[in-house]
């Protein structure tokens, strides 16, 4: 038996020894167009970084060794430009230019695919590479060794785009990266790529999402980049990672089948429509195992499994079915291990197939053990049965060992329930008693069980907070350090004694900083009569991430910092080293504050944790007690925040700045024209980024009761202002020329023909603005108005409260 083989590295060559394992007795001829037939293609970034630094580490086999140990006739530098199926043979071109056939019993196509290289403007100028082989990687080496790089733009922020990324920026090259999506990393979701871009960004990269290149432009310093949207780039180098198209015109040419989408057609035997004709690999089209329909899947893995069985077709006849690929993949990015499996939410939707996620963040081993690092873990699943549609994951340390076990999962159709069951192996260097594949079992569980109704991120970004209550359920210092606007704070150890403040007659959305709170308040919400409690999947850590915007970096403002770090820098002081690693939000801002106030001034410390959104946060807390942030950096997935105790003078200096930032207002009218100066002057403040309070007190309490109002038991005065009282800002009278009702009504009307906002619009938009409403509790026990009266976003206080926000500002009107 005669087989031959077009194309090596990990198809080709793998199934030429598979074949041979089998028999002896077979002549097996490979052709490769290329010199080289087993290679490390996925290590060619970290060669040209630098991180490889020998190039015959890159080798697998070499022709002649594979050749000897195997004996298979192997032919480099020898393209197949043809074949005839009718006569079983192909005709091959040398590289000399020579043409010969050669026959064949059975053939496997192995020809993988080919780099895209769009046809833009001065695509074709020196210093613009693509990088699929070994022959694109020294030319890209030598190009770097022979030119002066210091810029470096890379088109496509896949995979391989960002493993070059990093290596470019390892060789000591400020990289960019452009791509057309509002991601990097297409195989993920946009809420767990949020997390990639954060990190790319504080090493360095610049981001150009959602920009499309338009052309290329030499010029002096090397080449120019111009994008669709009129922003520029400049460069030395250029590494095109736009995507990759399977290699087809062969089998075209032949008259085999191709599939729908443009691959080359297999059964499950990977037979192509030519019963003599095999295929494997890159240029392939198979279905899907989860949604059924074919699919094209570029990763070398699936391609040597390929290899194996379509050897043992070939030598015994089709006896192994291909179970197909579902896609596991996985990437370092600079600190960070992005890997994926199955599918995510945005196929799924594109799929139409129902389906529910859940969002982790958990520790990569216990969280008392040195070294624990975030682990942030998505599944996808069906909301019937529970089956596993896919996961994705981005940490640090153990992501590969979780990545394989969820796809083992999905591979044998497995659900939910299955994570649950799974043994791990458990001490504390490794994992936890809790696993974070079981926990992400545990909360899909939940789910499915209608133990926890969970609010997605877009769901609360889009929803109308007017209709909900929103609850912070963090302790009170991490509300004052950020919140989400609109957010009311009842921390969850004071959820039981304070419920009565969380109104039950409309739905209630809850959120901590990473899900477990909300959800342990959402228990006892509904335990205790409410109906309607969703909780936000994955807390404030996924939602800022998914919502805080990328900038152009034109626009991005690096943080500014007084030294770039204390080691290393003799004007430093010395600094003392507070380990927060392992310890989830708010331990590692406590364990600063804590820190700080066991300093003296002048004294710096820096804190290590492994909480992503600990700088942020460390930084506004410096902000709010004068003292002083002076640098973040991460490495190894720990993120090193230095920051400095300043002076009892300093810190009031401090205060006294953030007052000069802020208003207050007093309401103490109901008269229509000075609530609405009121919310003129509220707005325009606010806009400017000032910290704004109205307070409300006697007849300023009518400017913000609901139109709709719950039944509330009042005593006999309360009533009698009840009635006496304008029941909401729609029944408020001008001061002057009111005319018995009819000067309202034309004032109004005016308004709205004028195309300017009315009462209720603008006290909106004041709540959308941030401003905080504050109502006089005083006030409302003298006129027997009760807080379930008022707006849901309204908080009660006195007059300390209202002193408080007056010391903070250093405008105070009262109207």
Same mark, same amino acid.
């Given at each position: 038996?005669?087989?031959?083989?077009?194309?090596?590295?990990?198809?080709?060559?793998?199934?030429?020894?598979?074949?041979?394992?089998?028999?002896?007795?077979?002549?097996?001829?490979?052709?490769?167009?290329?010199?080289?037939?087993?290679?490390?293609?996925?290590?060619?970034?970290?060669?040209?970084?630098?991180?490889?630094?020998?190039?015959?580490?890159?080798?697998?086999?070499?022709?002649?060794?594979?050749?000897?140990?195997?004996?298979?006739?192997?032919?480099?530098?020898?393209?197949?430009?043809?074949? +005839?199926?009718?006569?079983?043979?192909?005709?091959?071109?040398?590289?000399?230019?020579?043409?010969?056939?050669?026959?064949?019993?059975?053939?496997?196509?192995?020809?993988?695919?080919?780099?895209?290289?769009?046809?833009?403007?001065?695509? +074709?100028?020196?210093?613009?590479?693509?990088?699929?082989?070994?022959?694109?990687?020294?030319?890209?080496?030598?190009?770097?060794?022979?030119?002066?790089?210091? /810029?470096?733009?890379?088109? #496509?922020?896949?995979?391989?785009?960002?493993?070059?990324?990093?290596? @470019?920026?390892?060789?000591?090259?400020?990289?960019?990266?452009?791509?057309?999506?509002?991601?990097?990393?297409?195989?993920?979701?946009?809420?767990?790529?949020?997390?990639?871009?954060?990190? @790319?960004?504080?090493?360095?990269? /610049?981001?150009?999402?959602?920009?499309?290149?338009?052309?290329?432009?030499?010029?002096?310093?090397?080449?120019?980049?111009?994008?669709?949207?009129?922003?520029?780039?400049?460069?030395?180098?250029?590494? @095109?990672s736009i995507g990759v198209r399977a290699e087809t015109h062969l089998a075209v040419e032949a008259g085999l089948k191709l599939g729908e989408m443009k691959g080359i057609y297999v059964n499950e035997y990977l037979q192509t429509s030519d019963e003599s004709v095999y295929a494997v690999g890159d240029a392939i089209e198979y279905p899907h195992p989860i949604t059924g329909k074919p699919w094209l899947n570029f990763l070398a893995g699936p391609a040597n499994r390929q290899a194996r069985i379509v050897a043992d077709n070939m030598t015994f006849g089709n006896r192994v079915k291909y179970e197909g690929s579902i896609g596991t993949a996985i990437a370092k990015v600079f600190d960070l291990t992005v890997a994926s499996t199955g599918l995510p939410a945005k196929r799924l939707k594109v799929f139409g197939m129902p389906y529910l996620s859940a969002t982790i963040h958990s520790g990569s081993h216990a969280g008392y053990y040195p070294g624990s690092l975030q682990m942030d873990i998505k599944i996808?699943?069906?909301?019937? +049965?529970?089956?596993?549609?896919?996961?994705?994951?981005?940490?640090?340390?153990?992501?590969?060992?979780?990545? +394989?076990?969820?796809?083992?999962?999905?591979?044998?159709? #497995?659900?939910?329930?299955?994570?649950?069951?799974?043994?791990?192996?458990?001490?504390?260097?490794?994992?936890?008693?809790k696993d974070p594949v079981a926990v992400s079992g545990y909360v899909a569980g939940n789910i499915l069980n209608g133990k926890m109704t969970p609010l997605y991120w877009r769901e609360l970004q889009q929803a109308d907070l007017t209709k909900v209550t929103l609850v912070d359920v963090r302790t009170k210092d991490e509300y004052e350090l950020g919140h989400i606007p609109g957010a009311v704070n009842v921390p969850l150890d004071e959820m039981r004694s304070r419920m009565k403040e969380i109104p039950s007659d409309k739905p209630v959305f809850l959120y901590c900083g990473v899900g477990l709170r909300g959800y342990l308040a959402s228990n006892i919400l509904k335990e205790n009569g409410y109906k309607d409690v969703r909780n936000l999947i994955g807390g404030i850590k996924t939602y800022n991430a998914a919502v805080t915007p990328v900038c152009q970096p034109e626009e991005a403002c690096a943080v500014a910092c007084s030294c770039e770090t204390a080691e290393g820098n003799s004007d430093c002081k010395k600094v003392h080293v507070v380990d927060a690693c392992g310890i989830q939000c708010p331990g590692p801002i406590l364990r600063l504050k804590k820190g700080m106030e066991e300093l003296k001034a002048g004294e710096q410390m820096e804190i290590h944790a492994t909480d992503a959104g600990f700088p942020r946060d460390a930084e506004a807390w410096c902000r709010t007690t004068g003292n002083r942030f002076l640098s973040s950096k991460s490495e190894g997935g720990i993120y090193k925040v230095v920051v400095e105790k300043a002076t009892p003078c300093a810190i009031e200096a401090s205060r006294q700045d953030v007052g000069e930032k802020?208003?207050?207002?007093?309401?103490?009218?109901?008269?229509?024209?000075?609530?609405?100066?009121?919310?003129?002057?509220?707005? #325009?403040?606010?806009?400017?980024?000032?910290?704004?309070?109205?307070?409300?007190?006697?007849?300023?309490?009518?400017?913000?009761? /609901?139109?709709?109002?719950?039944?509330?038991?009042?005593?006999?005065?309360?009533?009698?202002?009840?009635?006496?009282?304008?029941?909401?800002?729609?029944?408020? /009278?001008?001061?002057?020329?009111?005319?018995?009702?009819?000067?309202?009504?034309?004032?109004?009307?005016?308004?709205?023909?004028?195309?300017?906002?009315?009462?209720?619009? @603008?006290r909106q938009q004041a709540i959308d603005n941030g401003v905080e409403f504050i109502a006089c509790q005083m006030s409302m026990d003298v006129m027997g108005v009760k807080k379930e009266e008022l707006l849901d976003n309204v908080t009660i206080g006195g007059v300390a409260t209202y002193m408080d926000r007056a010391e903070e500002a250093n405008v105070n009107l009262f109207i």
């Open positions: 038996m005669k087989y031959v083989i077009v194309g090596g590295v990990a198809g080709g060559a793998t199934a030429a020894t598979r074949i041979r394992r089998n028999t002896e007795k077979a002549e097996i001829i490979l052709f490769e167009r290329g010199e080289y037939i087993s290679y490390a293609n996925c290590g060619l970034p970290y060669y040209i970084g630098g991180v490889i630094q020998e190039r015959d580490r890159l080798f697998v086999q070499t022709p002649e060794a594979f050749s000897t140990r195997f004996r298979i006739d192997v032919r480099v530098r020898s393209e197949v430009m043809a074949i +005839d199926t009718a006569r079983k043979e192909v005709k091959v071109r040398t590289s000399d230019g020579k043409e010969y056939t050669e026959t064949y019993d059975k053939l496997l196509l192995s020809p993988g695919a080919s780099p895209v290289r769009p046809p833009l403007p001065g695509i +074709d100028n020196e210093g613009i590479f693509t990088l699929r082989n070994v022959a694109d990687t020294d030319r890209i080496k030598t190009y770097m060794q022979s030119h002066e790089i210091k /810029k470096a733009v890379i088109v #496509g922020g896949g995979f391989i785009g960002l493993e070059m990324a990093e290596n @470019l920026h390892h060789a000591g090259i400020e990289v960019a990266v452009v791509e057309m999506a509002d991601q990097v990393m297409g195989p993920i979701d946009f809420s767990m790529a949020a997390l990639v871009h954060g990190h @790319l960004q504080q090493k360095g990269v /610049k981001l150009y999402l959602k920009q499309a290149v338009e052309a290329f432009e030499k010029t002096d310093s090397g080449l120019r980049v111009k994008f669709q949207s009129g922003l520029q780039a400049e460069a030395q180098l250029v590494i @095109l996808t699943f069906s909301p019937e +049965d529970g089956r596993l549609y896919g996961a994705q994951i981005v940490g640090y340390n153990g992501v590969d060992k979780r990545i +394989d076990e969820y796809a083992l999962v999905i591979k044998q159709k #497995g659900t939910v329930y299955d994570l649950m069951q799974l043994e791990h192996a458990y001490a504390p260097p490794f994992s936890s008693a802020g208003k207050t207002f007093i309401l103490f009218s109901d008269d229509l024209d000075k609530t609405l100066a009121t919310f003129v002057l509220a707005n #325009g403040a606010a806009a400017t980024g000032k910290k704004v309070t109205i307070f409300f007190t006697f007849w300023g309490l009518n400017a913000i009761k /609901k139109e709709r109002k719950p039944s509330v038991q009042k005593d006999i005065f309360g009533k009698m202002f009840g009635m006496m009282l304008p029941s909401s800002s729609r029944k408020l /009278k001008l001061s002057k020329m009111n005319m018995g009702g009819m000067g309202t009504k034309m004032m109004r009307y005016i308004m709205n023909r004028k195309g300017i906002d009315s009462l209720e619009s @603008l």
